[in-house]
């Protein structure tokens, strides 16, 4: 990958954009799923299986994000996240808790004290069918709230008619408006059709300064899957191998079992490397995986399944 020596290089224009995007090497997409495959088969036991475990919980993004969300759902979904097995106070707690604007007040007051961040969707969750006005209004009411995180989605009709520097500016006005807030941006890899079009989106997301590049918004049919994952995380390596900057990547929607979220693990520390097992560079984007992560740490502690009436549903 050629070293990036300024950013302003690539994004002066529409076409020198489009030029190094279409310039990025092309994906086999049979390759990619054959070692996504080769990946999922590594075997994690005892020591190493507790570890990736409290890892898994501890790169969490505890999630709730429907219509009929209350505020004490949230300050429910808060208490879990500080902590997530009352039954083992050594169970670390979860990344962030990830829930709408309007209820990011009632997340900061009870996280309060605690390592927990405050993550919200924005820019028109979860379509990005809005104005840049009415985006960048929606992350600037988080952000006054209190959310150390934002989860932006990107306008994937413009990424799809090849208007790349349109996406790029409009990313750009929400980091802007993020302050110090973290912003990771949403590709909706689902809508995206090819690897191609994944990779591409993922380096004009970093390029645009995302902190951390997303899969999905868990609303449309197709979430996060190994090839996926494979690819931006591959993005985010030649990414730091290109310009020295490590950003993050999160995985969202359809991640359910711990098995799915170890073999997630492998491919974190195969891919990008064991410098990106951590929850400032890795994150899942889940609400039911806590559970199976807190049901097969307590059978490691205990030898015994306890069953998903033990733990606390969302």
Not at 57 to 84: F, M, N, S
Not at 174 to 196: F, M, N, P, Q, Y
Not at 217 to 225: N, Q
Not at 247 to 269: C, D, M, S, W
């Amino acid at each position: 990958m050629t070293v990036i020596e300024s950013y302003a290089d690539v994004v002066r224009d529409s076409g020198t954009l489009r030029r190094f995007l279409h310039g990025l090497p092309g994906v086999d997409q049979v390759g990619a799923e054959a070692r996504a495959a080769v990946l999922a088969t590594r075997s994690i036991k005892k020591d190493a299986k507790a570890y990736a475990l409290d890892l898994a919980i501890r790169c969490v993004d505890l999630t709730t994000l429907e219509g009929a969300d209350t505020a004490g759902k949230v300050r429910a979904l808060c208490a879990k996240g500080r902590q997530p097995d009352p039954t083992d106070l050594s169970t670390p707690p979860v990344a962030a808790i990830c829930i709408y604007p309007d209820l990011v007040g009632t997340a900061v007051r009870e996280l309060a004290g605690s390592t927990v961040k405050v993550a919200s969707v924005a820019t028109a969750f979860p379509s990005g069918r809005a104005s840049l006005s009415t985006k960048l209004a929606d992350v600037r009411e988080a952000v006054a709230a209190g959310a150390d995180e934002i989860d932006m989605v990107i306008d994937r009709g413009a990424f799809l008619a090849g208007d790349y520097l349109r996406v790029h500016d409009e990313i750009v006005a929400v980091r802007e408006a993020c302050g110090a807030a973290h912003l990771k941006v949403i590709l909706e890899t689902g809508e995206l059709s090819t690897l191609d079009n994944v990779r591409r989106a993922s380096w004009l997301a970093l390029l645009a300064g995302g902190h951390v590049i997303k899969t999905s918004t868990g609303k449309a049919a197709t979430s996060a899957t190994p090839p996926v994952s494979l690819v931006m995380l591959e993005a985010v390596r030649d990414f730091a191998l290109a310009t020295g900057e490590r950003r993050g990547v999160k995985l969202a929607g359809g991640i359910r079992t711990a098995k799915e979220a170890v073999r997630y693990l492998v491919q974190v520390n195969e891919v990008a490397g064991p410098e990106w097992l951590d929850p400032d560079l890795f994150r899942f984007g889940a609400s039911s995986l806590l559970n199976d992560i807190i049901l097969q740490r307590q059978k490691l502690r205990t030898g015994a399944y306890s069953g998903p009436d033990y733990v606390t549903l969302d």
